[in-house]
């Protein structure tokens, strides 16, 4: 959880309380930016949509950090809550991890560094879906990734990227002195 993420306050605690209570079991709740719940016990609610609606580079702690916070708040006032996330969207669109692809790991075709892996649908992580022309999310390269991957969001490793992109920096520096 990051810092920045303030603890539960005291209208905060009112609020979820007088929320929660007042939806009927079954109920959903929509919580912008973060996802769907729906009330399915006397004291709990169940995580069922994500929603990946902030820029990329903050999406993995906002929807984590802020699901997170729901989870503290709920422990205060004696709730639960339980994930089972069926369907999540990222901006309007629905993320899409076809099963049969699960645990394919492939690299991006000019060799820039990128990796891509299809994992399950989880509020610890962050999507990025590949588009028709196959454009690698890191180095703009178009047709750099496997054709299959079109339309599937995966999960990029972009640990090479930055390291192959430090020696280029570095080898520019290293040319200028010279
Ligand atoms: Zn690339």
């Known amino acids: 959880?990051?810092?920045?993420?303030?603890?539960?306050?005291?209208?905060?605690?009112?609020?979820?309380?007088?929320l929660w209570n007042s939806m009927t079991v079954g109920g959903e709740w929509t919580l912008p930016s973060v996802g769907v719940y729906e009330r399915t016990g006397e004291v709990e609610l169940t995580l069922k949509e994500i929603h990946y609606s902030?820029?990329?580079?903050?999406?993995?702690?906002?929807?984590?950090?802020?699901?997170?916070?729901?989870?503290?708040?709920?422990?205060?006032?004696?709730w639960r809550i339980e994930e089972k996330v069926e369907r999540a969207?990222?901006?309007?669109?629905?993320?899409?991890?076809?099963?049969?692809?699960?645990g394919d790991v492939s690299i991006c075709n000019a060799r820039c560094g990128a990796m891509f892996r299809v994992e399950p649908l989880s509020t610890g992580v962050n999507y990025t879906m590949i588009d028709d022309d196959a454009t690698c999310p890191c180095c703009g390269g178009k047709?750099?990734?496997?054709?299959?991957?079109?339309?599937?969001?995966?999960?990029?490793?972009?640990?090479?990227?930055?390291?192959?992109?430090a020696r280029i920096a570095q080898n520019k520096i290293i040319a200028e002195e010279e």
């Open 1 to 18: 959880m990051q810092e920045n993420i303030p603890t539960p306050n005291k209208e905060d605690i009112e609020w979820a309380y007088l």
């Open 54 to 78: 902030t820029p990329l580079t903050d999406a993995v702690t906002s929807v984590f950090d802020q699901h997170h916070w729901i989870m503290v708040l709920a422990d205060l006032i004696g």
């Open 89 to 102: 969207f990222d901006h309007t669109i629905e993320v899409n991890i076809p099963d049969e692809m699960l």
């Open 143 to 165: 047709n750099c990734v496997d054709d299959v991957l079109k339309g599937v969001h995966v999960v990029l490793d972009d640990g090479g990227w930055v390291l192959k992109q």
